[in-house]
């Protein structure tokens, strides 16, 4: 479907749309990473745990991974129990233990403490793994760089000296976010390679985390190879949990004009979205990218969220028209961390969510004033 037609689709706004075509794409290209390198791949639902597109994905994936006792539970409802489900979180609670290890099929502990702690609570049918710290860093921005100084996330590979401890199976890591070059990934194996190299052959898996794009198969010559080699080499399984790289660009928010005045010579339009649907915006003070956007149109306007936050606004964007009530805009790559972390801040409801492909379009969810009553009320 064209882009700038996806606006029509929503009989209200604000409206979450989901492209099934794209995500099947996107799927096809990760078959093709399975068949040519033997690897497994696993969804990771943190970016979007809607479980029609859970779903859509378990056509293709082996599994999901999950950060928390309620993922968890939702991949075992989608998946019926029977597919690879990977835990990792350094938000481990021993009150949680039994049920985390009972229902997933991998753990991997963010720390050697941690390990230790919950070693004895193992059962034997969850293989237990670590994660490292490769400390190497592909990410400018430290807020979303796990190799940081002071990491909280995963055992820096330099204080392992060489050794993985008694008992585990698996090495996890995850470095980057929304690369479409495997060069971090290379680097990073090879970092891993020099510093462990006598262990690695011990285990039983290597999960390579998420954070890439799976673009095309030429893309993905480099990552094959790489997957071919360790394999061979290791005679481990590897995996790939890829969030973003599934949803990231499938995702749509449509929103209107409703109202439009001018400020100090600028024009602003409020839509009947905000911030608080795509609170990364106002997190990283990131402008979210538009449909309509004409970068060299001769008409502009701030366009702004509907709460009463001063700072609820999208950016300045150009058009090639005048803005006017009852405008609809789309903003596009919204896919993954943005619903999930939607919240109703003033009392603004979430999106309806829809889900199209070429033929059809289906609204799948909508949430009324219950939904807000049942979390307030106390
Ligand atoms: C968030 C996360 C992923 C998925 O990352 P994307 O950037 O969405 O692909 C995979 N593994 C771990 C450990 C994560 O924290």
Redesign the pocket.
């Known amino acids: 479907m064209k882009a700038n037609a996806i606006k029509e689709i929503p009989q209200s706004t604000p409206a979450f749309l989901i492209d099934q075509d794209k995500i099947k794409k996107t799927l096809h290209y990760l078959q093709l990473l399975k068949e040519r390198s033997q690897c497994q791949v696993l969804f990771?639902i943190?970016?979007l745990p809607l479980t029609a597109v859970m779903k859509q994905t378990l056509s293709v994936v082996d599994g999901f991974?999950v950060?928390s006792l309620f993922e968890l539970r939702l991949a075992r409802e989608v998946d019926r129990g029977d597919s690879e489900v990977h835990l990792?979180t350094p938000g481990l609670k021993v009150d949680e233990f039994d049920e985390l290890a009972t229902l997933s099929t991998a753990i991997s502990f963010n720390s050697l403490e941690q390990y230790r702690q919950f070693r004895p609570l193992l059962n034997t049918a969850v293989s237990p793994g670590l994660?490292v710290n490769p400390e190497l860093s592909f990410v400018a921005d430290n807020r979303y760089d796990p190799c940081r100084n002071f990491s909280k996330l995963g055992v820096p590979l330099g204080q392992l000296a060489g050794q993985l401890p008694q008992g585990i199976e698996g090495l996890?890591f995850?470095t980057?976010?929304?690369s479409d070059s495997f060069q971090p990934l290379q680097e990073t194996v090879a970092r891993i390679e020099a510093q462990l190299s006598h262990s690695l052959a011990s285990l039983k898996w290597i999960n390579l985390?998420?954070?890439?794009l799976f673009d095309s198969e030429q893309q993905m010559e480099p990552l094959i190879d790489l997957i071919v080699r360790l394999k061979k080499h290791y005679q481990v399984e590897v995996f790939m949990?890829?969030?973003?790289?599934v949803v990231?660009a499938s995702g749509f928010i449509v929103a209107t004009v409703i109202d439009c005045f001018v400020r100090e010579g600028k024009t602003v339009a409020v839509l009947d979205t905000s911030v608080n649907h795509n609170p990364e915006v106002f997190e990283y003070q990131r402008r979210p990218q538009l449909v309509e956007e004409v970068p060299d149109g001769e008409y502009s306007a701030i366009l702004a969220g509907c709460t009463c936050l001063a700072g609820d606004l999208f950016g300045e964007y150009h058009f090639d028209q005048p803005i006017t009530l009852g405008d609809r805009f789309t903003f596009c790559q919204v896919g993954?961390?943005s619903m999930i972390k939607s919240n109703r801040f003033n009392g603004y409801n979430f999106p309806d969510i829809y889900t199209f492909n070429d033929s059809t379009a289906r609204k799948i969810k909508t949430y009324d004033y219950a939904y807000y009553r049942a979390q307030w009320l106390t």
Do not use: D, I, L, Q
């Not at 985390?209 to 890439?212: A, D, H, L, S």
């Not at 949990?241 to 790289?245: K, S, V």
């Open positions: 990771s943190k970016s991974s950060s990792t994660r996890h995850h980057v976010f929304g985390g998420g954070g890439y949990e890829p969030g973003n790289g990231g993954a961390y």
